[in-house]
């Protein structure tokens, strides 16, 4: 090779380095939040009325639903399972963040989404991420995600005498 070959070669590599960890860095940012799946064989019906009484219960409010399932099927759309997103809310909590970090308001999933599929209905939600640079949204995120697993762990029981 002629040696500017060389040179073009050595800055097309970097290029490529910074490409690919760009690329990196984008998806370890954005896979931050984890979606968990949950998988029961209760009805949809009772999933969603379980985890309306799991959310009120711990005082959390439900500030809006979509039947995104229901919707489709109006629309004319056929074989569109049953699909539902529930938000909530609690005030406190929010406040709490607000006073450590506004803008990680924006990072609050607060939603479950349920949906049938063939195995079952399937609660879905996202984790908050636990990766923030103040150490006390970490701790604030780690006990939101407790709360919300603790609401689905509720659906998931089979036991008829359970308790939150």
Do not use: W
């Amino acid at each position: 090779m002629k040696p500017c070959d060389c040179r073009l070669f050595g800055r097309c590599l970097v290029i490529v380095q910074i490409i690919v960890l760009s690329t990196f860095a984008h998806f370890a940012a954005s896979s931050d939040q984890s979606i968990v799946r949950n998988t029961t064989d209760k009805s949809f019906e009772d999933v969603i009325f379980e985890l309306e009484f799991a959310i009120t219960e711990l005082n959390f409010r439900i500030t809006g639903r979509n039947e995104i399932g229901k919707g489709l099927r109006e629309r004319g759309y056929k074989d569109v399972p049953e699909i539902e997103v529930i938000h909530f809310c609690n005030l406190e909590y929010v406040h709490e963040v607000i006073l450590l970090d506004p803008g990680f308001i924006a990072q609050m999933t607060c939603r479950f989404t349920v949906h049938t599929s063939a195995e079952g209905t399937v609660i879905s939600y996202m984790q908050l991420p636990e990766s923030h640079p103040n150490e006390r949204i970490n701790e604030f995120a780690r006990r939101m995600n407790v709360l919300t697993r603790k609401m689905v762990d509720f659906v998931l029981e089979k036991d008829p005498a359970k308790t939150l």
